[in-house]
C-alpha cells in the first residue's frame, strides 16, 4: 500500500465510525420514442457510500456560491459522486451543488460534497 492508500483506508474507517449511510442517486437517461412522444429505458441507480455532515461557516455563506441551508458532506471513497446525482440522506433529498476530490497523486481519499435543497 501506498501512503495515500493508507490515508484513504484512515479515512474510510473514521467516516464509518462517525457517519452515516448516504445514497447518491443516479439517473441515467432513457431514449425517446418518436412515435409515442414518450421516453422509455430511464433507469435510476442508488449507490450507497459513507458520509459525515457538515455546515458552513456563516462568514463564508455569501448568497451566491454558498447559500444559507447549504451543507458539505465529506464522502469517502467508496463511490465516485458526479455532479447530476442527487444525495439522500435518511428522507431528505439534496441536490450538489459542487464536488471537491482530494485525489493526490492518483488516489482519491475523500470528495467534499455541497449540497442544496
Same mark, same amino acid.
Given at each position: 500500500?501506498?501512503?495515500? *492508500?493508507?490515508? /484513504?483506508?484512515?479515512?474510510?474507517n473514521?467516516?464509518?465510525?462517525? @457517519?452515516?449511510?448516504?445514497?447518491l $442517486?443516479?439517473s +441515467?437517461?432513457?431514449?425517446?420514442?418518436?412515435?409515442?412522444?414518450?421516453?422509455s429505458?430511464?433507469?435510476?441507480?442508488?449507490?450507497t457510500?459513507?458520509?459525515?455532515?457538515q *455546515?458552513?461557516? /456563516?462568514?463564508?455563506?455569501?448568497g451566491?456560491?454558498?447559500?444559507? @441551508?447549504?451543507k458539505?458532506?465529506? $464522502?469517502?471513497? +467508496?463511490?465516485?459522486?458526479?455532479?447530476t446525482?442527487?444525495?439522500?440522506?435518511?428522507?431528505?433529498?439534496w441536490?450538489i451543488?459542487?464536488?471537491?476530490?482530494?485525489?493526490?497523486?492518483?488516489? /482519491?481519499?475523500?470528495?467534499?460534497v455541497?449540497?442544496?435543497?
Open positions: 500500500m501506498s501512503f495515500y *492508500s493508507d490515508m /484513504a483506508a484512515v479515512a474510510n473514521l467516516l464509518a465510525r462517525f @457517519g452515516t449511510s448516504v445514497v $442517486l443516479r +441515467t437517461p432513457g431514449s425517446f420514442n418518436h412515435v409515442t412522444g414518450s421516453d429505458g430511464a433507469t435510476t441507480s442508488e449507490l457510500t459513507t458520509g459525515i455532515q *455546515s458552513f461557516k /456563516a462568514e463564508l455563506v455569501d451566491t456560491r454558498i447559500k444559507k @441551508g447549504d458539505m458532506y465529506v $464522502l469517502d471513497d +467508496t463511490q465516485t459522486p458526479v455532479m446525482d442527487k444525495l439522500k440522506v435518511g428522507s431528505e433529498y441536490s451543488v459542487n464536488i471537491d476530490e482530494k485525489n493526490p497523486a492518483g488516489t /482519491a481519499i475523500v470528495y467534499f455541497q449540497v442544496r435543497k
